[in-house]
């Protein structure tokens, strides 16, 4: 088992920058991968970022690529999304993922969710 706790959000101004931050507890796999994602109202789950645990490979959306950065300490099981130039639309909750498909975009190759950090950018 594997649970994960997202940390980070807040209310920013456009333009604004923030760094959110995945903190994983109980047994992890060097082999797994990390992703965020996020939920706007009304809207289906984004794919943003994703990180091969084992070497730290980066797998970005095209929306998030020059903006977000992914990155993670190995050994503290912590993966960070630094996120700078926010935008009004990128308010959402956001959601860390675990699952051993590397640093795949899909929903579907995640088996351990956090329970989000809600991410405000106001005009």
């Known amino acids: 088992q594997v649970q994960l706790v997202e940390s980070g959000g807040g209310l920013v101004q456009a333009g604004g920058s923030l760094r959110l931050s995945c903190a994983a507890s109980?047994?992890?796999?060097?082999?797994?991968?990390i992703g965020w994602f996020r939920q706007a109202p009304g809207q289906f789950r984004e794919f943003i970022a994703a990180?091969?645990?084992?070497?730290?490979?980066?797998n970005y959306a095209r929306s998030a690529q020059g903006r977000f950065t992914i990155s993670r300490d190995f050994a503290k099981l912590t993966v960070y999304l630094q996120m700078d130039n926010l935008k009004p639309e990128d308010t959402a909750v956001y959601f860390c993922a675990a699952g051993d498909g590397g640093n795949s975009p899909l929903v579907e190759n995640y088996q351990y969710w956090g329970q989000g950090t809600q991410v405000t950018v106001s005009s």
């Open positions: 109980g047994r992890t796999f060097s082999s797994f991968g």
């Open positions: 990180i091969a645990w084992r070497d730290g490979s980066p």
